[in-house]
Structures are given as structure tokens and as C-alpha cells.
């Protein structure tokens, strides 16, 4: 069952899902990483709550003009223009209010979701005897998915996807470099603009599969996951997409195959897991790596100062700074230093001095900002300018050996 | 020379640093993977005003907030008045740079003053007017008195900082400590504060200032301490404001001609 | 109304929704404050896997473990998201937004894969609450509030909100000075010898002790808009904290009560003869009110705004 899930062998409603929801996972991830980039994350958590009105008003206007309501078309629609209306609410709080921006989206998320919940408990009383189902909505599900449901959602997960992919070297741009990217003249609000504008698709599209709660895992987590392995913008952004069209094609396919399996939970779950491994075990910004890395990097540092200290006969305070003298067998158990020790100790100090030269010398300014206290001389300069320096210190004179 | 010798030294030298208001021994801060401060000695001297001075991002504010225990240094410690930190933060007064706070917090001028008599009304110790007394005494001691009611983001750069600096007064500190703060203000707030500072010092209190203008350095303060990762220099203005020293410290961030207008020690 | 109807039906829930209303929204001003306020979002978010997991392990449905099991879910989102953001160097929104969604997930699939059709356990009823079934079946009138034996059978959700409130209080008042300072100027405060992490962390533990509490008796999304919407709304209105503080409550008993009311009788009054969700109506209400401050309010810009 789940071999062939993931092999498309559900039948056409279940292939047609799964491949719109990895459209909709490619876009996703795509379109997230720019509003991550911007800072701007949580953003999608409010206009994925303010979906929910926008989808109770399409049903009672539906229901009004004499339709049955559940024309999903419909109802995307209505999402489409509550979200709309609760981003321009956030943009009104934060531009023309003290409020700041995380206490705009608090409160447009929580009010609107809370009417549109209302709302809700109305059309239950109303079409009662009518099963209205609007309460997928919420967690989404794609279980008995109508055939044009299906389509809508391949349809519409493949079109957001091409919109990303034709509107990204801009986007790109402006996400790495607002201001570089306005002096080279691109129109950074209006970008921003289509940016939300994609947001509110990719949320719109996902209304049905994974939920509105769930929609923003769909946009925040790939692109965190992504930022692990790369400081490049354009490799984050594509590593996004491939992420999110992952997880979303993972998680689709396997909650196909069962019937006690959520599409929206096990989609953000696949995602997650993703995440959690590149948090521990990314080789650049992972926490195992950062680690041992500080490890390293601290241990570097009161060695450092350690011989310093010795050279300069100034007393050492650290008692760690002291245990890894006396582990590196460079000061003896009573404290003074071994002949290995001192002979180090020297080499320290003289390559401190060697900074003091290059660092007054206003001739190798750009190997003097690269100065850190640590940074040894040849990795900076060439022999040769070391020697130079060397004879303008006159010899080893001043150095205690 | 031997590392024994070195140690009775180091006995001197700890004596010494008993002495003084603001004693730093060794201390490295990291962001990350680069050393903003590296190994860093500083003793400030009692009673002097001192300027902490050195290129952007050499370190400076982030010496005092590692000395304030505001950042955790990578190694190093700090002694205040020859003791812990801890034990002496009644005797310090901090005035962080006034870009540090959300000035659209809902206060006014007077409520952010009582905030430096904390450590007096502690949690629970109901305000008496003697405490507002004492607050507005410092607004007045900076100019600012009229301006007590007022709500702090109506205040001009200049008047935030005499603020800051009225706050730092209430603490009735000995030893003051502020980061920038000529930073942004208009000169009559410059002259205001500087005229309070020289006070403090008439009292016999000590003041070290994080400062930027080296055009200044010579007029308004006693000693320096020149910077920039690793330290470059301290001393008496006299002594330790040399060519050579800005040179060392600044490199190629300084022109000839920059130095050859400032008021500098022979050196 | 008389009291014979309204002491049973209405006090009670009207009562809780106030309460719970005011818990959130006083430790609610300083998360605004703070920029923090998404925490509440985000508490409220992991309420689902917290119970869930507490009815995984006692196997009943019971208010205590259910609270322990929210309030462990909550002290392991505010940890994750500060492990987040502090190892992987992520920003604050994005690391909340991660830990969030995925925790809610794995409460609505651990919900799907348990078999919950025999108690009251659902998805529905962790968003809305349930206010308007907290009726005090033993009151017959306003003289039940002198009747022990009446009193006995009042809903639990309310002593429960009450201690709660009682608690949020009693934190607000005792560490007023260091939650101000603090605030304001972390550094300044740190300078002090303030602890200003563990503050933070008090106020975010208080906050969703406070969630917890409310989440109980009313449904999560009141939570997140009474985190937030009535102390937004109180910033507009004065310059001084305390005095926020003091509107702060204000808005939020007049969101509860317009709220419940509203959605029990407004329906009635247009014709129909439902109620609807008093959760959702509080939540809307709580935002009109924060609409008018934000139109209307004297200290709604941010500078240049009138004194007092």
C-alpha cells in the first residue's frame, strides 16, 4: 500500500493530489523562503487564519444566490479576499498605529479567525439537515476529494508554482539586498506585494489539503530547513522547493495509503523531520557542528592567551586556561612552564608583536581588519612581508625564552 | 625570567587592581567565531574620567557589557572596587546607548528616573515623596525637570540621553559607566552632560565613557584607553593620546592629516 | 431577565469568559511590549498536543492532567523555539512558526490515530471551548450565591480560572519593578543585577499557566486575542503602563461580556433561533474594540501623540 502510494498507484483522484500537493509543496517552499528571507514568516499564520470568514461569506452567498455553497472554486475565492483584507489590516495596524508588526498579526489572526468560527456555528444552524463540511477547512482533508476538487488542486498548485518560478530572480533580488535591489531599480513594494500575493495562493490552494493551521508549516519550515545547508540565496531557494515538494509528496502519498492518516499532520510531520536533522546535523550551521566548533574555537582562545600570559610572565587567573596548558604538557604541575611551553609561548608573543606592525602599518590595512587575536600571520601575509616585518622588530630581543 | 618571578608579580598586580573602581583582566568576547574583544587588561584609574576610544567595531561597548556581566565573556573577569561584580553592583551606574530601548515604551520621564532608584525600593517598597525628590533632583541636575511628565518618545535625541544620564545619577554610583553617550545629541546636550560628568569627578567619583570623537578626547577627559580588539594602550591623556597609539589603534582608518589636527601628547 | 434564569444559564459562563479574558490579557501587555506577542499564538497552538498526549497517558478525560499535560506542551514549545532560535540562529517568528505547527500536528494525528470517539475529545472543541455548557445547574437565583450546598456544585472551571487569575495577579504586583525595567531596558536592567532571562521566562511560564486555565473553560482562539488584542487596543489609548494595564482590563471584561451576550441572544434578537460560537464572538468583539482604539484612539501614533 505504501510503496504503491508512493508510486502513484491509488487511483487518478489520489495521483492527482499528490501530485498538486507537491506542486503546491514546491511552490511552497519557494515562495516561503522569500517571506522568510524578509523576516516576515509569521505573516502567513495570519493570512491563513483570515481564510476562514472569507470562506463562511462565499458559503452563505453561495447558499443566497441559490447554489448548494460547496463549489470549492467559490469558496477559494472567498478565502482569497478575507486573507487579502486581513493583510491589508495588518499593514493599516503597522503603518499608521504604534502597534508593531507581531502584535498586528496576533490580532488580525485571532480576530478574524474568531468570526469566522461564528460564522461557521451560523451556516451549522442554518443548513442544518445539510452537512456543510466547511469545518475541513480547518485541518483539511482530502479524503472522498471530489474529482474537480482534484483537479482544482492540481490545476492551482501547478499555476502558483509557475508564477514562483517566472517571478524569482526579483524576488531573489530583493530578499538577498532590498536596497541594492532598488537602486537597480526594482519596485521592492510592489515585489513584496506579489510576494503576499503568492503567499495567499499557495495558502488558498492548501485550504483543502492540509488546513489552514497547517498551511504555514508548508511555508515557514522548508525554508529554515533549507537556510542549514547554504548561505546562498538562490541555492536556499531552490533547496526549499525541493524540500517542500518532498515532504509535501511524501506526506500525501503515505496518507493515501491509510485511512487514520491526515494529509495536512502528516505532510508537516515529514517536513519536520527534515528540519530536526538538518538543526543537529547540518556541517556548517547545525548545532552538532556549532558545537563542536565553540568547543574548538574557546579552547583556541584561552590557549592563546595561556602562552600570551606565559611570554608576558603575567599570571593566569583561568583555571581552564591552566588545565589545558598543563594537559598540552606546556606548564608543569606547579604552574611553570615546560621548555615546549616557553619555547611556544615566544612564538606567540612574536607574532603578536608582528601584528602590532602590520596592524600600525597603513600600507596593509586589509590584512590588519582581518586581525582577531587568533588569525596566525602566514595565513594573512607571505613569507617574504613576514620577514620584512621581522627585521623592522629587530630580532627575538624582548621575548623571554 | 622566570614564570615564579612572574607570579610575585602577579601578586603586585593583583593589589593594584584592588585599588581601582574598574579592574578587567584577560577578557575575550565572541560573537560567533571572531573575537570582538581579545584578551583584554584595563585598570581605570579612581577618580579620572576616562574615554574609551577605538575604530567602529573594535569593541568597545561590547568591553563594558562584558565588564557589566550584560554579555557572558568567552574568559576573562572583571573586579569592581577590588571585589565581585556582584557584590558591587549598588556602586555602579550604567547609561546603555540610547538606541538600545524602545523609546514608544509607555513611560514617562520621571517613572524611567525612579527606575535608578531600584535598588532601593526593591520589589515592593512603597514611593515616598523623598524618592521623587531625589529623582527630580537629578532631572534637574541634567536640565530636564520641566520636562517630568512628559512621555519619553516625545523627547529629542539630546533630551533621551540627559534622561539616561538623570537615571544613572538617582543610582548614587561611584563608578559610572556609559556607552556613547555624545552619540546623536546636539552640542548644548554635549556641553550639559559634560558639565555633570566633570562634577561627578569633583565629588571624587569615577566616569568611563565609550567615546568617538577624538577632537574632544584632550578636552573632556583625564585618561584614555585606546582599542581595538586587543588593547592598545591606557594612560593619562598626557601620555597615552599619542600619534603613535591612534596609529596602532586606528591603522589605516586614520589619515595623517586627521592626527595632525588633534590635540595629542608628544609621543 | 430575572434571576432565577440568569444565575443558572448565564453567571457562570459570563463569569469564566471575564476571568479568563482578564488572565490572558494582563500578562498579555507586556508580551506586546515585548514583541513577544506571538508566544500566545504559539501556546495556544501546542494546548492540543498537550492534552492529547495527557489523555494518551492517564486514559481519561479530567481537567488536571489535562492542564499538566497543556502546560508541559507549552514549557516544551518555549523551550524548542529557544533552542531554535538560539543553536540554529534563527529568527524568532520563523522559530515559533516551525515548533508550533509541527507540535499541532502531531496532535491532530495522535488524535486521529486514538480512538476518542467515546469521550469529548476533538479538534472543534479545542479551538471554541465550550462557555456556554459552564451553567450552575444547582443555582436557582440570585439567593444560590448564599447557598453552600448550591455553591458546592459550581462549574470547577471556575475556581480553577479564578486561582488562575488570582495567580497572574499576585505576579504582575509583586514583580512589577523588574517586569518594567526589564522591558524597557534589558540591558540596563541586566546591569542592575536584574536575571532578566529568567523574568522572561517567568512572564512566558505565567502566561501559559494563564492560557492553560482559559483554554479549559473557553477555546483556544479567545486565548490568542486576549493575548493580544486588549492590550494593542489599551496602548492606544494612554502613555502609561500602568494605566495600560488598567484599560487592558477594561477592554477585555467588555470583549467577554459584549461577546457572550452577543452571541447568545444577538441571533435571537435578529430572528434566529441559535446561538452561535460565544468564543468566536468574543474574539470579534475584542477586534471591533481594537479597530475603534486603533481609529480612534488618543495615543494611537507613534509619536508626536498628545501627553496623557
Given amino acids: 500500500m505504501w510503496l504503491e502510494a508512493l508510486t502513484l498507484q491509488l487511483g487518478y483522484n489520489a495521483t492527482l493530489v499528490t501530485l498538486g500537493a507537491m506542486a503546491l509543496g514546491i511552490a511552497a517552499g519557494v515562495t516561503g523562503t522569500f517571506l522568510f528571507l524578509r523576516k516576515r514568516a509569521l505573516v502567513s499564520d495570519a493570512i491563513s487564519h483570515a481564510t476562514l470568514p472569507g470562506v463562511g461569506i462565499a458559503f452563505m452567498l453561495m447558499v443566497a444566490l441559490g447554489g448548494d455553497g460547496r463549489s470549492l472554486i467559490g469558496l477559494l475565492l472567498g478565502s482569497a479576499a478575507s486573507a487579502g483584507f486581513g493583510l491589508l489590516c495588518i499593514g493599516w495596524l503597522t503603518k499608521y498605529t504604534r502597534l508593531a508588526e507581531d502584535a498586528a498579526i496576533g490580532a488580525v489572526l485571532s480576530v478574524f479567525f474568531g468570526f469566522g468560527i461564528v460564522l461557521l456555528t451560523i451556516i451549522q444552524n442554518l443548513s442544518a439537515g445539510r452537512q456543510a463540511g466547511l469545518e475541513s477547512f480547518l485541518l483539511g482533508s482530502t479524503a472522498g476529494m471530489l474529482w474537480n476538487d482534484a483537479i482544482i488542486i492540481a490545476v492551482g498548485g501547478t499555476l502558483t508554482l509557475l508564477l514562483v518560478v517566472a517571478m524569482r530572480r526579483p524576488m531573489t533580488l530583493v530578499a538577498f539586498d532590498p536596497e541594492y535591489a532598488a537602486a537597480r531599480g526594482v519596485n521592492v513594494d510592489r515585489i513584496d506585494l506579489a510576494i503576499m500575493a503568492l503567499v495567499m495562493a499557495v495558502t488558498v490552494v492548501g485550504l483543502k489539503i492540509v488546513g489552514l493551521i497547517l498551511i504555514v508549516a508548508m511555508l515557514i519550515i522548508p525554508p529554515v530547513t533549507a537556510r542549514f545547508w547554504s548561505d546562498r540565496t538562490d541555492h536556499v531557494v531552490i533547496l526549499s522547493g525541493v524540500l517542500g515538494g518532498a515532504a509535501a509528496y511524501i506526506g500525501a502519498a503515505f496518507s493515501a495509503s491509510a485511512p487514520a492518516l491526515p494529509t495536512g499532520p502528516i505532510i508537516v510531520l515529514v517536513s519536520f523531520a527534515f528540519f530536526a536533522a538538518s538543526l543537529l546535523f547540518a556541517p556548517g550551521r547545525g548545532v552538532l557542528a556549532a558545537v563542536l566548533r565553540h568547543r574548538r574555537f574557546q579552547r583556541r582562545v584561552h590557549m592563546r592567551q595561556g602562552l600570551l600570559a606565559l611570554a608576558q610572565a603575567q599570571p593566569i587567573y583561568e583555571g581552564y586556561t591552566l588545565r589545558l596548558l ?45 586581525y582577531d587575536g587568533l588569525r596566525d600571520l602566514e595565513t594573512v601575509l607571505t613569507a617574504d612581508q613576514i620577514a620584512e616585518i621581522d627585521i623592522k622588530l629587530g630580532g627575538p630581543q624582548g621575548v623571554p625564552v | 625570567m622566570t614564570v615564579a618571578l612572574a607570579t610575585e608579580q602577579g ?79 549598588a556602586r555602579i551606574a550604567y547609561v546603555p546607548q540610547r538606541a538600545s530601548v524602545d523609546w514608544d515604551f509607555p513611560t514617562r520621564v520621571l517613572d524611567v528616573v525612579m527606575m535608578g532608584l531600584y535598588r532601593e525600593l526593591g520589589l515592593l517598597r512603597r514611593v515616598r515623596a523623598h524618592h521623587i525628590d531625589k529623582a527630580t533632583d537629578c532631572l534637574d541636575r541634567v536640565g530636564m525637570a520641566d520636562f517630568a511628565d512628559r512621555q519619553i518618545g516625545q523627547l529629542s535625541g539630546g533630551q533621551q540621553q540627559r534622561v539616561f544620564l538623570a537615571r544613572a545619577l538617582a543610582q548614587g554610583a561611584d563608578l559610572y559607566l556609559l556607552d556613547e553617550p555624545f552619540a546623536g545629541v546636539d552640542a548644548a546636550t554635549e556641553k550639559a552632560i559634560i558639565s555633570v560628568l566633570k562634577s561627578l569627578i569633583d565629588e571624587g567619583k569615577t566616569v568611563v565613557a565609550v567615546h568617538h570623537d577624538l577632537a574632544t578626547v584632550t578636552e573632556y577627559f583625564d585618561h584614555v584607553f585606546l582599542i581595538n580588539t586587543r588593547k592598545v594602550a591606557e594612560g593619562p591623556v598626557s601620555e597615552a593620546f599619542t600619534s603613535g597609539n591612534l596609529i596602532a589603534a586606528y591603522g589605516g582608518r586614520l589619515a595623517t592629516a586627521q592626527i595632525d589636527q588633534l590635540d595629542l601628547a608628544a609621543g | 431577565m430575572s434571576g432565577a434564569e440568569f444565575v443558572p444559564l448565564s453567571l457562570t459562563p459570563l463569569l469564566i469568559g471575564v476571568f479568563s479574558a482578564i488572565a490572558c490579557a494582563l500578562p498579555g501587555n507586556f508580551l506586546v511590549l515585548r514583541r513577544q506577542a506571538l508566544i500566545g499564538d504559539a501556546i495556544s497552538h501546542v494546548v492540543l498536543p498537550g492534552i492529547v498526549v495527557a489523555f494518551l497517558v492517564t486514559g481519561v478525560v ?54 476518542t470517539s467515546s469521550v469529548h475529545l476533538d479538534v472543534e472543541h479545542a479551538l471554541y471551548g465550550n462557555l456556554e455548557s459552564l451553567i450552575w445547574l444547582d443555582a436557582i437565583g440570585w439567593e444560590s450565591l448564599l447557598d453552600a450546598s448550591a455553591l458546592a456544585g459550581l462549574p470547577d472551571e471556575l475556581l480553577r480560572i479564578f486561582m488562575t487569575l488570582i495567580g497572574v495577579c499576585l505576579f504582575i504586583g509583586l514583580f512589577w519593578r523588574p517586569l518594567k525595567v526589564s522591558t524597557f531596558d534589558p540591558g540596563f536592567a541586566e546591569a542592575l543585577g536584574m536575571r532578566t532571562g529568567l523574568i522572561g521566562l517567568s512572564l512566558v511560564v505565567v502566561a501559559a499557566v494563564a492560557a492553560v486555565a482559559a483554554f479549559d473553560a473557553v477555546g483556544s482562539i479567545i486565548v490568542i486575542a ?33 461577546g457572550y451576550v452577543l452571541a447568545g441572544y444577538g441571533p435571537l434578537w435578529l430572528g434566529a433561533n441559535h446561538a452561535v460560537s460565544a468564543a468566536g464572538m468574543i474574539a470579534t468583539i475584542s477586534g471591533l474594540l481594537l479597530a475603534l482604539a486603533a481609529i480612534a484612539g488618543p495615543c494611537r501614533h507613534r509619536s508626536g501623540a498628545p501627553a496623557h
Avoid: H
Avoid at chain 3, 492590550?231 to 467577554?256: C, E
Fill in chain 1, 326 to 370: 598543563k594537559s598540552a604538557g606546556l606548564v608543569q604541575a606547579d604552574g611553570v612552564a615546560t621548555d615546549r611551553g616557553k619555547a611556544r609561548a615566544a612564538k606567540a608573543l612574536r607574532d603578536e608583536k608582528r601584528w602590532e606592525l602590520v596592524r600600525a602599518d597603513q600600507a596593509m590595512e586589509g590584512a590588519a581588519a582581518l
Fill in chain 2, 11 to 89: 601578586i603586585a598586580a593583583v593589589d593594584l587592581i584592588a585599588e581601582s573602581p574598574l579592574a578587567i583582566r584577560g577578557m575575550t568576547v565572541s560573537y560567533g567565531e571572531k573575537p570582538a574583544v581579545f584578551s583584554v587588561d584595563m585598570t581605570v584609574a579612581e577618580g579620572a574620567m576616562t574615554a574609551i576610544i577605538g575604530p567602529n567595531g573594535a569593541g568597545k561597548s561590547t568591553l563594558l557589557k562584558a565588564a557589566l556581566g550584560v554579555i557572558k565573556p568567552l574568559a576573562g573577569q572583571a573586579t569592581v572596587f577590588g571585589a565581585s561584580l556582584k557584590t558591587q553592583r
Fill in chain 3, 226 to 258: 486576549m493575548f493580544i488584542c486588549p492590550p494593542a487596543a489599551a496602548r492606544m489609548m494612554t502613555n502609561q503602563l500602568g494605566k495600560q494595564i488598567g484599560w487592558s482590563v477594561v477592554f477585555a471584561m467588555l470583549s467577554a461580556i459584549l
Fill in chain 3, 62 to 115: 479530567s481537567a488536571w492532567p489535562m492542564m499538566i499535560g497543556a502546560a508541559l506542551a507549552s514549557l516544551v514549545a518555549v523551550g524548542l523555539i529557544e533552542a531554535i532560535r538560539r543553536l540554529g540562529k534563527i529568527e524568532p517568528g520563523a522559530a515559533m512558526g516551525v515548533t508550533f505547527t509541527a507540535m499541532f500536528a502531531g496532535g491532530v494525528l495522535l488524535l486521529e490515530q486514538t480512538d
